[in-house]
């Protein structure tokens, strides 16, 4: 065909077929193996834990944990994955990269960030607490791990990834955006474009090698409205609770969210009146290979950890 052709590409059955069947038998093998986290439920319910070549999407209001879920999933990767052979690129627009190490830090010494930074003026930080978090620091940064802080356009991103892809053409890549709405957009465009074309491009861009993407998205207010609050039936988050919802469950292979019920100062969490004290539930709205679930954790953000119950 013609290079330069408009056409689409387009490939005949059997190469597919061989692919899936390949794909299967190294599956079975032990060949090819998902990235594992330190979390078992959500190992099981995403296919052995994170997979290449698919979008999972990670939402929840502002203090549900969504990103100390991610800043810990990290770190995780490398730590219980040591043969595997893949790379981070973080965007990270919300927060410094330094202030993501400090989170890390906090996670990896049960100290939470204010007893790390000596926030309180009779409580500074010890000669010998300090020598532990130089010690740790000198495990984390050798971390394959690279942070994009300043915010961009979705070309700017697109753009980042595949020069990062050519550099690292040999390596799975995870790519990791917190959060999407903080992507810049062209003059006059609104946020819902500047989403729909981030996904888009995203759809893309998992394609191609081993790429992995790992976004962190926000709710919309309604699920803070007082008639959800007071009626418990209401109380689980849904599909048009994200914003964007659209195109971002569209997108997405895998769609969660976390959610803290007594933030909202809910007392009794959904029809059969779950606890909510010290607890965040993760509910998976999404999986494109398996049947939505709902995940317990332990709530242990103050040490920037969430464990399973």
Same mark, same amino acid.
């Given at each position: /065909? ?27 093998? =032990? ?9 078992? $439920? ?20 502002? =203090?549900? !944990? ?28 919300? /927060? ?19 007893? +790390? ?8 930080? $010890? ?13 984390? $940064? ?9 915010? !961009? ?8 990834? +595949? ?26 465009? $609104? ?5 729909? &074309?981030?996904?888009? /491009? ?8 081993? &790429? ?18 007071? &009626? ?23 769609? /969660? ?15 059969? !009146? ?15 290979? !398996? ?7 332990? &709530? ?10």
């Amino acid at each position: /065909m013609d290079k330069n052709s408009s056409s689409l590409t387009y490939k005949h059955i059997i190469h597919p077929t061989r692919e899936i069947v390949k794909y299967i038998d190294q599956r079975r093998k =032990g060949n090819i193996r998902s990235l594992k986290t330190r979390w078992r $439920k959500f190992n099981d319910l995403c296919m052995g834990g994170i997979e290449p070549n698919v979008i999972y999407t990670i939402a929840g209001i502002s =203090g549900s !944990g969504k990103s100390a879920f991610t800043n810990s999933l990290e770190s995780d990767l490398f730590d219980y994955n040591k043969k595997e052979d893949f790379i981070v690129l973080s965007f990270n627009f919300e /927060m410094l990269a330094s202030k993501q190490i400090g989170r890390k830090l906090s996670y990896k010494l049960n100290k939470t960030t204010q007893e +790390l930074y000596s926030g309180k003026s009779e409580e500074k930080l $010890k000669q010998e607490e300090y020598e532990k978090i130089v010690e740790e620091a000198k495990k984390i $940064k050798e971390y394959p791990i690279y942070y994009v802080d300043t915010p !961009g356009t979705v070309d700017q991103i697109r753009q980042t990834i +595949l020069d990062f892809s050519e550099k690292f053409k040999d390596k799975w890549l995870i790519i990791i955006l917190d959060h999407t709405l903080l992507t810049r957009g062209k003059e006059s465009q $609104k946020e819902r474009e500047i989403l729909s &074309n981030l996904q888009y /491009m995203f759809m893309e861009i998992k394609k191609y090698n081993r &790429n992995t993407i790992i976004q962190l998205s926000q709710m919309n207010r309604e699920i803070e409205a007082k008639e959800r609050i007071t &009626n418990n039936t209401m109380h689980f988050p849904v599909r048009r609770d994200i914003f964007g919802g659209d195109s971002v469950f569209q997108a997405s292979d895998y769609l /969660m969210v976390l959610h803290r019920p007594e933030v909202l100062n809910i007392n009794s969490y959904g029809p059969e !009146g779950w606890p909510v004290k010290d607890l965040v539930y993760m509910h998976f709205l999404k999986i494109r290979e !398996g049947s939505p679930g709902i995940i317990v954790f332990k &709530n242990d953000l103050k040490y920037n950890k969430l464990e399973e119950r």
